[in-house]
């Protein structure tokens, strides 16, 4: 009872009756349907009608020589020959039947999602029945009392999106099961003993089951657009990285700058280790800065240079946003020497 997400009150729901329509409820899809399907090794393919041999067919009410003539018959006719008669319609050589391959895989069903508890943890189980997921097919995000898990299985994506009924620790571990294809998120309750009667509240996104968006093309790149045209399996050559932007120069902004910024957006926030975030479609429970960049975000959030202090800056993004960091930069009072826009 200490492992049931609904506790002692649940379970007594069903004590001493037929708990079938109250468990399917909530977890219906709990069946042998979905419990075997990783049991599924392939269908059969019948190329022919399934027969008996025409010995160990029954025998009818004829005369006995009626029946030792067929019994003759049957033994001549299989004498020296492993290759059964073939009953019914002739098959045609080298026809294919229309049942499904054995070799075949079959589709995954959709993943589901469920949670369960102790007296110090929560655990959100999420059960995709691939077993060749592992942890970086699992992105999992959380902010406070929202968490975000994201499952990328095959050319699909899943996502579990919470907000929690009660406070948990900001620490969280994540375990994927090697064969199972289950994806555990443990959370340690910030009051431990407590019982939860709901995991919370579902957000924008939960459940949705859609195709992988893994790759994102800007019409005006120098790259993506080249790479979107290629066909899976195809092979490219690359280069060292070429550009203006060397480790020399690098080298010397460090040793004469005090303090370093990036100004990132996209894809340009990749080596970013410390983040300010600043969202531009920001909901109302955004705590954080929103808009785009502009003037007087810059003046709060950047390093400010004096005579001790001196900052080398980097920005990194879309082409629109890249310019408009370094227009921005020189609105500031910062020299062309004090930056670096990486422009394709």
């Known amino acids: 009872m200490e492992f049931h997400p609904g506790g002692e009150e649940e379970l007594m729901k069903g004590v001493g009756t037929d708990a079938t329509e109250l468990f399917n409820e909530v977890h219906k899809w709990v069946n042998f349907e979905t419990m075997l399907q990783k049991c599924l090794v392939g269908r059969l393919v019948e190329s022919r009608s399934f027969f008996l041999k025409p010995n160990f067919l029954p025998l009818g009410k004829g005369s006995k020589n009626s029946n030792k003539s067929d019994t003759r018959k049957n033994s001549s006719s299989s004498t020296n020959s492993l290759v059964p008669p073939t009953l019914g319609p002739p098959t045609i050589a080298g026809a294919r039947s229309p049942l499904v391959s054995p070799m075949t895989p079959s589709a995954l069903p959709n993943p589901k999602y469920d949670w369960f508890q102790t007296n110090t943890l929560i655990n959100i189980a999420i059960y995709t029945k691939w077993k060749h997921i592992n942890k970086e097919h699992v992105v999992v995000i959380k902010r406070g009392s929202v968490v975000k898990v994201v499952c990328y299985v095959q050319d699909m994506a899943y996502t579990v999106h919470l907000e929690l009924n009660k406070p948990v620790a900001e620490e969280f571990e994540l375990k994927t099961g090697s064969n199972s294809g289950k994806v555990d998120i443990l ?91 600043v969202l531009s479609k920001a909901g109302d429970s955004w705590p954080g800065w929103k808009g785009h960049i502009r003037k007087d975000l810059l003046e709060k959030l950047l390093p400010v240079g004096n005579k001790e202090r001196s900052i080398y800056l980097c920005v990194c993004g879309p082409t629109q946003f890249t310019k408009l960091g370094v227009n921005l930069f020189k609105e500031l009072g910062y020299s062309s020497g004090d930056y670096h826009a990486f422009l394709g």
């Open 187 to 277: 959370l340690k309750k910030e009051e431990s003993g407590v019982r939860w009667s709901i995991i919370g509240r579902t957000l924008e996104g939960h459940g949705d089951h859609v195709k992988s968006k893994d790759r994102k093309v800007y019409d005006d790149g120098a790259l993506t657009p080249a790479l979107d045209e290629l066909t899976v399996g195809s092979s490219i050559d690359v280069s060292v990285p070429e550009g203006t932007f060397y480790f020399d120069k690098l080298v010397a902004a460090t040793e004469t700058a005090t303090d370093t910024a990036l100004l990132g957006a996209g894809t340009g926030i990749t080596p970013m280790i410390r983040v300010t975030h």
